[in-house]
């Protein structure tokens, strides 16, 4: 049987520190809403991490935005860091975190969330974003 490096840094006598963010931390979350009229191809500021954030999963609701219409999900730095363009042009869309660099990602400095889209959207968007601070 195998472990892995946190549970077994929890296992050894005595106990070795697992560094809270990655065990037995309290993961947060940041929510917002942004309802779309016409809105047309840009970035929508929707959450601020502090330094130190650690994300673990980002989940974008977005109702139907109309036709030839894409978000993504990132950061000034890196657009799409944790949700890759997605369509949502058709019925309700959710997405949840699906570039693998985002996963697990750490924060140096305080930084705003956005989601950038293409195409005039109209309509709302939800998004959570779930992470721990170092």
Do not use: C
Not at 29 to 52: C, E, H, K, M, R
């Amino acid at each position: 049987m195998a472990n892995g490096v946190n549970y077994q840094l929890s296992q050894n006598t005595p106990k070795d520190m697992v560094d809270v963010s990655n065990w037995g931390g309290s993961l947060r979350v940041q929510y917002d809403t942004y309802v779309a009229s016409s809105f047309a191809a840009g970035t929508i500021s929707v959450a601020t991490l502090p330094a130190g954030a650690i994300v673990y999963n980002v989940i974008l609701h977005a109702s139907d935005m109309g036709t030839s219409t894409t978000a993504k999900v990132g950061d000034a730095t890196d657009d799409d860091r944790f949700i890759t363009s997605t369509a949502t042009d058709s019925a309700a869309t959710i997405t949840s975190l699906n570039a693998a660099a985002g996963f697990g990602y750490e924060y140096s400095a305080t930084t705003d969330i956005i989601i950038t889209t293409t195409g005039t959207s109209t309509g709302t968007f939800k998004i959570a974003i779930f992470y721990v601070v170092a």
